[in-house]
């Protein structure tokens, strides 16, 4: 796996070399039929090739849990992150530490114990103190993904205003049996110039479905592979996409893979799963284009097969599934 110094098990170029990089084609992602299209204009304009493993399930969440959650967030402290973005509750240093503890100035979210509710989410109020350890630890185990260990120490679970979150997604059939271990809170603004650069999530820890809740504005997720070859395209219909889903067509040209581009659009309080070969073969990244206001992630991963019964870390697993789904994280 190809990780950097400050690897938080996704695999990505290295030294950012190919960050705001342009590929030459663009396709568009169009949810309804699960099929990429060339972009208007383009070279490409009314061709198409299948492109599986991208679900994207509009108004997840109401406008206002949407505010609620990200006021919740914004009672823990962001840490600043690479290419302008701010996380919280992510294991992102690569060495086996909580990262954290008391050698720099950090500031600590005390309890003071007062519960209130607001719409679908219960929170305590916190106070923030510095000089104190932070509680980035709670939302995800402490990771090594070079040296491929964990640690549970300090993992006290996903934060409690998820819970519904995670309840809401086992009504979908794709997200049925999902069952979090790891949240990762990302915020993303123009002015710092927020991006991700092209990356896989890691495959050893992470199981099938990586899965973002898009809250505060609208983005693009865009899709890249470098894998040699070639993709088979088909001529679209006139009334694509809609006379898609109807019939079948015969593959007709083909470009590189690795010229193409598939940008996903993701609506505001939107949730993406990716799977397959969206989650294995493309990379996904965030364009800094892309970022047009200030916007927050929340990205839930499973675990791997290693990890589920049967599997040899099994009890691992199943340790890290109670403390995850205890929901004990900050804030509660
Ligand atoms: O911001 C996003 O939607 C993507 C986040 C992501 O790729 C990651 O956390 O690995």
Redesign the pocket.
């Known amino acids: 796996m190809k990780t950097g110094p400050r690897s ?3 695999r990505g170029p290295r030294g950012g070399a190919l960050r705001g990089e342009e590929k030459t084609h663009r396709f568009i992602y169009y949810s309804d039929t699960g099929w990429a299209v060339g972009a208007e204009e383009s070279d490409f304009e009314g061709w198409a090739f299948p492109f599986p493993g991208v679900t994207v399930i509009e108004d997840f969440v109401t406008r206002e849990e949407e505010a609620e959650m990200v006021q919740l967030m914004d009672r823990e402290p962001w840490k600043p992150s690479q290419s302008g ?1 701010r996380k919280q509750g ?1 294991r992102g240093a690569s060495p086996l530490t909580s990262g954290h503890a008391g050698l720099v100035l950090v500031t600590v979210t005390v309890m003071v114990g007062v519960r209130i509710e607001e719409g679908f989410l219960k929170a305590t109020r916190c106070r923030s103190f510095p000089q104190q350890p932070s509680p980035f630890a709670d939302y995800g185990p402490k990771v090594n993904f070079r040296k491929q260990k964990l640690k549970t120490a300090g993992f006290r679970g996903l934060p409690s205003f998820s819970r519904e979150v995670v309840r809401r997604m086992g009504l979908y059939p794709i997200l049925e049996d999902f069952r979090p271990v790891e949240q ?1 809170n ?1 915020d ?1 603004c123009p002015e710092r110039g927020s991006a ?1 650069d092209p ?1 896989l ?1 890691d495959a050893w820890l992470w199981g099938e479905r ?1 899965v ?1 809740l ?1 809250l505060l504005s609208p ?1 693009v ?1 865009s899709m890249s592979r470098e894998a040699p070859g070639s993709l088979l395209l088909c001529l679209a219909p006139s009334g694509f996409p809609e006379a898609l889903v109807e019939g079948v067509m015969a593959p007709s040209r083909s470009v590189l893979c690795q010229e193409v581009e598939v940008a996903v659009p ?1 609506p505001c309080r939107s949730l ?1 799963v990716l799977t397959g070969a969206a989650r294995h073969q493309w990379k ?3 364009h800094r284009r892309h970022i047009q206001a200030r ?1 927050v ?1 929340a ?1 839930f991963r499973e675990l791997s097969a290693e990890f589920c019964p049967g599997g040899k870390q099994q009890e691992l697993g199943q340790e890290l599934l109670q403390i995850s789904l205890s929901f004990q994280g900050r804030p509660m």
């Open positions: 938080n098990g996704v973005r992510h990762c990302l993303y991700i990356h999530d990586l973002s898009n983005t997720l993701l993406l996904h990244a965030i916007r992630c990205t």
